[in-house]
């Protein structure tokens, strides 16, 4: 096994050994890189100030771009790739027109933001992942506290209109890294007296062998929550098995029993399938994370996890899902919903891993809604998250699914709202009988995100406003609404 | 006779053309660049150490035994700082001597600081520190202003301002209500958390580089806390990653045990807070109960107030004196009360000490008469804005509770230009129709204004230096005792001192804020960064530029009339010569080119015993409109539109001003609607990080926002005339209040006022609604 990470920075290669594995991108920069133009703000993923760009090839072998936090990145996850921070933007004295424009607009007022915002606008101006979107969302993952981002958006727009300088491309020095052996790190952490270990399989059985040497290892995919146990929680982590290289994790196919999603697919790059499918599906990712988790993070990380308030888990367990799950050469299927046990306990053996979801097809009489409850509408955790699947054919339903995040310790079904709902007509009083139900469903706690009470008298409003929405007489997304005119 | 030449160079001058242009932050190009310098980003010397923090995990309890020698012990550990180990005085605290550096013989709330630990790296610091051993005695904990008002639990006593008789103008009144009103506090959320360096010099002194709006306190500080003089410790700043108040008061904990390790060891020492730690043990925004009633006629006019404010200090004193003062003086916000009684509580609780934030109290004064505005109209079916209207400050009817005129009032016109530029009446109207045929989603707006004072309430505290070195080659070097925490306060004063020179900005380098520079400097705060050190700064420039010109006069047999200053070019009678030529010549003949400024705020005076006087120089001016829509079904909220009309005197740069009136209505905005801090019944902080506590993001900024600038000069003889603009906007967001609480109003057709707490967090706008709904059924 290979055992220096290697990568590129400003397009140039580097290699490094010796470190902790659990290191962080952002500590590296900071620290033995001596690069502290990137900033840490919150050391969980959430504010944006650590942002940088990471460069890897996409399906056409092209270097694609892509925003993420550096804060929660361990430094063996930039192996292969290229990485360029806010320090390497200038050409000599030339700003770069992102960095003109934020110049120009007055897009920076203390500062300690902006080079994460910079970072967010050059991998827009590279068309980088998940930046096809208003440039409100492309920036949702990057709090800035004092501007209050009216410049910072302008500055994208005039960015936009500024002569683009000649990029190097990097595909060829990204080529010659030469990373096809398997990274494989082995480091004594002086402060434990032990031995902390890295690897990142290239292949799927390479990952299923290791899995079962190491059955104790923790399977890493975005690092999007595992990242923060380091950060946040100060754990100590024995042995890593990372699935970012393992080629088969990262595909996504058309299957007879729907649309299989690779284990290790990130969220942007399922986005486009999944929101053409399921338009609300997709309303709700734009809001899930940012565009720097969404970049890193895993739909199949979200559901291994087990979090009761993983927005994933319950759209996906009413639009009907599959889990595979692997353990050396065997894989078996489950419903998704039966992978929750209860809180922190999820169906999964020792050495066992994800390796795919399969999302089944609806039917044409499929009415699918996804409702995401925050404090805030972008990058927030959910209070309460509903997916609700009814097929109804003449007004009648004729089957139910809901299933509900923040409800219970975990992910779960609303079954005797669904029976409430099933086989009767899609009307007022059948709703009001379903949202009766809700309260022998779930008995929800009270937390900083919100109380028991608004838990429920939410979950039963989002039943009702699936009823109007339906009906199709009332306008009820106040997303959608813009100032009147006068 | 002066020729014509000179006179068009003379009028030029008068007209200033650096002041008052929209020139970008000094540092921009570095921001952009990643080159901008913050003190975590500043090489740390060889042999640095890193220092952690424990904390209490109690909110009240007896200190039975701290045990820290398996901590000392420990791997990496070059020194454990307990209360036994300060040389000096144990204590940061910026008044009252009661926030003990480490706790001694008792804990007061979740967070407070115990012992510190400085090892080779923080990992070491952090391991090492949960090697100590700490029993508590838990003793009864108080942790609301409900159960300090039960438990009588106080900091001083309560305060009244009285004017007239208001009890008897209200039962007098044809019309009552009254309300209450809960308003959340607010973390600074500063993007860089607190931080402090300090590095040891000869004789036991040392150098602090500290992130502090306040260096001079720091200093003061730090000395007591090593038992020496202030002359022994220089604490330097230049640039923090944002303040709002946050570091006005709060650094003084790390850069006294940054400074303490850094003797003790000889070592230079590291202390920065990460996130949570400095959510959970750093002061915040206190958070009010507020009850009023008002007396009032048909017409919707006031003719008597009272409010009874209640704050959460905390468990110290910190600035909670002056903070709920400004809550009193800015209860009437910009109405004339008639008459009015306020009364202001000051509870202790064993929490963490509340501390300063943008608009000090003041932000929290003002919601409650905006409530009772809201009301009034409600139950007179009036238009909120005609109430507002109806009750501004104007001629006759100008006297404050504290007994300051309002000399300066144009809220009126304001407003009404405010209200007939975003087109407010007609809007109104459509709102009204829309939500009629809309069951589930349903529109409010709302025009509120803003008057706030300028000048701390602390007569003292209103004084500035600064110090201007021209040298021989015509470059100028300032500095001054502001400090520049994004709020573009380096760049005004430079344009000012660019100005008074007549040179481009480019000559004028800025440089970091340092107690050894300048005094005895108060913190950059209360919105008067510009207006006292742009002050002082204009003290010291002419002070120079009177030595030029005297110079001038002799050299080339002018008159003083005869010297001017404009485009790096010094005309003397009939002589034109570049500013260095000038500097240079006068630089031979020995002319002194060095100068401090000084400057203190004239008119203002303050009994803090009656509660009357004149605290405020001025007061700065805006009013804005916002459209909010609510979604009835689960209270998710949004802003639509928000138009705003501010005034900055005559803007000394009106690039700044703009994002600080912007900034500051969003920030505003998050405090009344997203941003909320919750505890748990242990005393603990539940929402300590931004993955739970949630400050706006890009798209919760309205998509349609309008701001503009008032143009009028300040009445008051201020810098260039211009006004105050760091705290005032932060103010113009209890319009999305406002507006909420119309849009949940609509639910019960306008007739019941609803009952929204800040912050208006979907959870409480439900709540509101279906409370509303309840009430009118009934
Ligand atoms: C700022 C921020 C915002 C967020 N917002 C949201 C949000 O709005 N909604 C939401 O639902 N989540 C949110 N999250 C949580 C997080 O993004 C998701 O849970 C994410 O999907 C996890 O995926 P990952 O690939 O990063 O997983 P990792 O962090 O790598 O792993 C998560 C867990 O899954 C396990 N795991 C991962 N892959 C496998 C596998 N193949 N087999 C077995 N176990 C595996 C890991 O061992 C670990 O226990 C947010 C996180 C951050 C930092
Ligand atoms: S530091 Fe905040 S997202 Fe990384
Ligand atoms: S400029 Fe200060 S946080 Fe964005």
Redesign the pocket.
Known sequence: MRETIRFLLDGEPRELGGVDPTLTVLQLLRGPLRRPGTKEGCA???CGACTVALGEFDAKGKVQWRAVNAC?LFAPMLDGRALMTVESLKQGDALHPVQQAMVQTHGSQCGFCTPGFVMSLWVRDQKGAGCDMPVEDVLAGNLCRCTGYGPIAEAAAVADGLPKPKTVDQASALKALDVAESLGLAWDDPQAGRTRRWFSPRSLAELADLAEQYPQA???????????WVTKQHRALDTVIW?GDVAELKTMAETEAGLRIG?GVRYSDAYAALAERLPDLGEMMR????VQ?RN???????I??G?P????PPALIAAGATLTLRLGGKTRDLPLEDYFLAYGKQD?APGE??EAVTVHPAGPDRFYRVYKLSKRFD????AVCAGIALDIKDGQIEAARIAFGGMAATPKRASNAEQALAGQAFDEATVDLACKALETDFAPIDDMRASAAYRMASAKNLLRRAYLEWRGEASTRVLEVEALDA | MPDSGQAKTRAAEAQPHIVGQSIRHDSAEKHVSGLAQYIDDIPEPSGTLQIYLAQSSRAHARLLKLDVSAVRSAQGVACVLTAADVPGKNDYSPIMGDDPIFAEDKVEYVGQCLFAVAAETLAQARAASALAVVEYEDLPAVLTIDAAREADLTLEPSQVMRLGDAQGEIAKAPRRLWGHVAIGGQDHFYLEGHIAMAAPKEDGDVHVWSSTQNPSEVQHIVAKALGIRDHGVVVENRRMGGGFGGKETQPSLMAAVAALAAVKTGRPAKLRLDRDDDMVMTGKRHDFEVDWSVGFDDQGRLKGATFDLASRCGYSYDLSGSINDRAMFHSDNAYFLNAAEIVSHRFKTHTVSNTAFRGFGGPQGMIAIERAMDAIALSLGADPLDVRLANLYGPGRDLTPYGQVVEDSIAKELMERLAETSDYRKRRAAILEWNRTSPVLKRGIALTPVKFGISFTATHLNQAGALVHVYTDGSVMLNHGGTEMGQGLYIKVAQVVAEVFGIELERVRITATATDKVPNTSATAASSGSDLNGMAALDAAQRIRQRLIDFACQEFGCGPEQVSFANNTVQAGATELPFQELVRRAYFNRVGLSATGYYKTPKIHYDRSKHQGRPFFYYAYGAAVSEVAIDTLTGENRTLRVDILHDVGRSLNPAIDLGQIEGGFIQGMGWLTTEELVYDDQGRLRTHAP?TYKIPACSDRPKDFRIDLWDGPNREETIYRSKAVGEPPLMLAISVFSALTQAVASVGDHRIMPDLDAPATPERILKAVDDVRRRSAQ
């Open positions: 969980e993923g959430d929660i923790v399977i890493l995919a975005g690092a999007t929550d595992v990242g923060l699935i284990a809001r899930l994370g940012s988790v890193s993070g895993t739909i199949g990380g979200n291994a996890n979090s308030i993983g927005d994933m999964r891993f994800v990058q927030d955790i959910s | 993955s």
